[in-house]
């Protein structure tokens, strides 16, 4: 199995989420298969990370060219488990998801599956973030497979540029197939969020956060314009937040 790839596997839907287990079926063509998942939903995390609780993986499959281990962590403590714990090796390849959802425009700020392909592109791993635009738990994946393969299979023959990992979202299953693949720039669009105040049996007030997603980006170019004429949106994303047009702008 040295002569293969190997592969690290997360989300942040849990180890029981069909996207994460169609990702793993759609990979094991490619190499040896570790995924490191946690038990409970972890959307929402970004880049969070335990430093309070001590982290438990099990390994809880164990077959040729593959292993999955269920965790107590977020997935960016998926990751560092994977590189620095419970891998053998280095990871030649980190994919993430299938997200349901969309992760794409402000999401990939908030979404967990995305920041554990951050975190592989720190460490200057190829890693790859999948999401499908499709929020149902029983979502249909039967048409994913040839973007997932056509993309995997040009990252692992390429590599990717040093800090830099792919933010991939699929369009939802519908009776239109999928126009192809378009390499586009984040939207500019975002969450408009609403506190619903409530009152629970014991009479204690709360909040419950909701909202709406606004898309006013009108470029033709965006990951959110892709998704919605029906192509795979591939945004290259980094982890330096730096904003280099303002350097010279700013003296003290």
Sequence with gaps: MQNKP???ITNDDSIHAKGLHKLADIMRQFGE????ASEQV????????????????????????YKEYITNGTPVDNVKLGKHALLERRPDLIVSGINHGSNAAINIIYSGTMAAA??????????IGFSL????????????????????KKVLKEGLPEGICLNVNIPKKSEKAVKGIKV???????????FEARTDPFGRNYFWMGGVFVNGDPRTDTDEKALADNYVSVVPIQFDFTANQALRQFKF
């Design 42 to 65: 972890m959307s929402g995390m970004s880049h969070a990370v335990t430093i309070k609780t001590p982290l438990m993986p099990r390994l809880t499959r164990e077959e040729d060219g």
């Design 6 to 8: 190997l592969i690290l």
């Design 133 to 152: 635009d499709d929020y149902n738990p029983e979502a249909d994946f039967s048409h994913v497979d040839p973007f997932i393969e056509t993309i995997t």
């Design 118 to 127: 951050i975190e592989g592109a720190i460490d200057d791993i190829p890693s």
């Design 33 to 36: 298969v570790v995924v490191i």
């Design 184 to 194: 586009v720039r984040q939207a500019k669009a975002r969450w408009e969020e609403k």
